[in-house]
């Protein structure tokens, strides 16, 4: 559980995973479950994602009741919403939660998208049954959310997934949730180097289809996946300080996402990979 005072900006990861979760004696180090990440700003609680790593972190706020956070949604595929059924304080009253999502290229909204999931025959309790309050915010490229003293800005990355980034700035400190990004038609994605400019931290996508052998023999700027190669660019133009990978291949085990930091940390060494449970406070 992050913890703090109120000058604090903290941010931890509860689920590194993409497409589902890999539990298993080979990713206990990193993690295995899928996409969650808690900040803590100020006296605001942000969640972004909700997949299987957001059970974890709602076990954890059951100490903390009645629990008010904000929860964004970069899309709506699995691996970002599987968690949100098993999310324990929203099934409890006196608990109030914002949730915030673009509509799918199809026009569902995040409401209709959480809902259906927990519908028969794919779970036994519907959404209605969740005794917390639940307000459900449509979201636009574009948008501007204050809360209170800290401003979340979002812009589209990947038009055909509906994805949304993030930008959540305080006390002139800036974190940047940019995954499921599109692959742009340049050398650099625009979008991104809109909401990462001087950014303190940018969570990114992990390489996903890199052999071990390429990413042993070869500097992470050769590697063979455009869509990273784009967004390492993009960060550095954008004056990023710090980049922190994750989501990574379910099938990318302990001992290959070692060898992918090591490289990594050799050309770029302020840049990490996440794992479960990593707390990086944010200067």
């Not at 459900?136 to 997934?161: A, P, R």
């Not at 599109?182 to 994605?189: A, V, Y």
Request: glycine share 8%.
């Amino acid at each position: 559980m992050v913890t703090g005072s109120t000058t604090n900006f903290i941010v931890q990861f509860w689920g590194v995973r993409s497409q589902i979760s890999a539990p298993g004696n080979s990713t206990i180090r990193y993690g295995g479950n899928t996409s969650c990440i808690e900040m803590r700003v100020g006296k605001q609680l942000l969640i972004f994602d909700g997949g299987s790593g957001l059970r974890l972190l709602g076990n954890n706020l059951l100490k903390q009741m009645p629990i008010k956070a904000n929860i964004f949604f970069s899309h709506c595929y699995w691996d970002s919403i599987q968690g949100f059924p098993f999310f324990t304080p929203a099934f409890i009253a006196g608990n109030c939660f914002h949730i915030y999502g673009a509509a799918t290229a199809e026009g569902e909204s995040i409401e209709y998208c959480l809902n259906r999931q927990m519908l028969a025959p794919n779970f036994p309790v519907p959404l209605k049954i969740m005794q917390s309050e639940l307000r459900f915010h449509k979201l636009i490229s574009g948008n501007k959310i204050f809360i209170d003293d800290v401003t979340v800005e979002t812009l589209s990355l990947n038009c055909k997934q509906s994805s949304m980034g993030y930008r959540v700035t305080w006390q002139g400190r800036s974190v940047v949730y940019a995954t499921n990004r599109s692959l742009s038609s340049g050398n650099l994605d625009n979008n991104l180097l809109h909401l990462a400019r001087q950014a303190d931290l940018l969570i990114l996508d992990a390489p996903f289809a890199i052999s071990a052998d390429e990413a042993e023999k070869y500097d992470p700027r050769l590697w063979q996946d455009q869509l990273w190669q784009v967004g390492m660019k993009t960060a550095q133009e954008a004056g990023v300080k710090r980049v922190v990978i994750s989501r990574y291949n379910p099938d990318h085990d302990d001992n290959f996402l070692d060898l992918v930091q090591a490289q990594v940390q050799s050309i770029l060494p302020n840049h990490i990979l996440a794992h479960e449970g990593m707390i990086l406070p944010v200067f």
